[in-house]
């Protein structure tokens, strides 16, 4: 049998605020092609944990690999150290320790705590250019701007051309490319038409389409979307599954997802996990995770009541 490919991998994850533990010691995975779902109540982590992910917060402790390699690490520094509520304090330090180990595996599980310590923390933008790219639950366009330059603005983003070849027009392919392939974006969401409005002009379901295309614009191999059903009607939201296995395909993607849509989720995931309070409670086939009595007791059996 061959061997997944993971392409993320959360290990030990915790993000403490001053005293309140809001991820603490999330450990998951997302394999090559696949679409992934993150649920639970309102308040359980997942937007916090979207953005270690994307270097908009630095986790507390923990690490994330993205193709396997480390690229985002951290553990209670400072004040932290005292304060620390998570667990696994030591872990990812010079001070954590495996005592009579006679194994090849718990050599190597220290050697990969121990000596790789040092804190990683890249930012958002360098995060973006590895390949992660994310949409955001309350729709984050730039306002001011045409349907087109929100997303040619994103392709700048993997330009080759520098202050210098700007300047003087060496980069004239280059833009045209851009364009060009700005033009089959739009086209390939339904947006072309409205390429001369303001991204805020456009109806609700067009704007969620229009942040999509502007993630899509990065080039990801990694798309993080947070609630892409938020406002939809049922029709909409129907679509939109179609919509998500569509773009996974055409554009070699694997998909980490947010959703309070069950339906939703249920339909187009491969796997999910579960978090609540913070932790994470469950992982696993929809088809598991619908029959597990704590995730139905934490969230699944009070979804009709929101």
Do not use: C
């Not at 150290?81 to 009579?100: D, P, Q």
């Not at 060009?180 to 974006?185: F, K």
């Amino acid at each position: 049998m061959r061997e997944r490919e993971h392409v993320l991998q959360l290990e030990n994850i915790t993000m403490q605020f001053g005293g309140v533990v809001a991820v603490n010691n999330l450990s998951l995975e997302v394999n090559k092609g696949e679409i992934v779902a993150l649920i639970g109540p309102n308040g359980a982590g997942k937007t916090t944990a979207f953005n270690v992910i994307t270097g908009v917060y630095q986790p507390t402790n923990g690490q994330a690999l993205f193709h396997d390699k480390v690229y985002l690490r951290n553990h209670p520094q400072g004040k932290m150290k005292k304060g620390y509520k998570g667990e696994n304090g030591l872990l990812y330090t010079s001070e954590y320790k495996l005592e009579g180990q006679k194994t090849k595996e718990e050599e190597k599980q220290r050697d990969h705590y121990v000596f790789s310590n040092h804190v990683l923390a890249p930012t958002p933008d360098h995060i973006t250019k590895m390949g992660i790219a994310r949409t955001f639950q309350n729709i984050r366009l730039w306002k001011s701007m045409t349907v087109f330059d929100n997303v040619i603005i994103a392709k700048h983003m993997r330009a080759k051309h520098n202050v210098f070849s700007s300047t003087f027009r060496i980069s004239r392919k280059e833009e045209a490319r851009m364009r060009e392939e700005t033009e089959a974006l739009l086209r390939e969401q339904g947006l072309w038409q409205h390429r001369d409005a303001l991204a805020t002009g456009l109806p609700y379901g067009l704007q969620r389409r229009l942040e999509i295309a502007r993630a899509l614009a990065t080039e990801p191999k990694l798309l993080l979307l947070d609630e892409p059903a938020a406002g939809m009607n049922p029709q909409e939201t129907l679509e939109l599954a179609d919509f998500i296995h569509e773009i996974r395909d055409k554009h070699h993607l694997t998909i980490l997802l947010i959703e309070h849509h069950m339906d939703l989720v249920m339909n187009i995931s491969d796997r999910i996990y579960v978090l609540d309070f913070g932790s994470l409670i469950a992982q696993g086939l929809p088809s598991e995770i619908q029959k597990n009595q704590h995730v139905i007791d934490a969230y699944l059996g009070v979804v009709e009541d929101e």
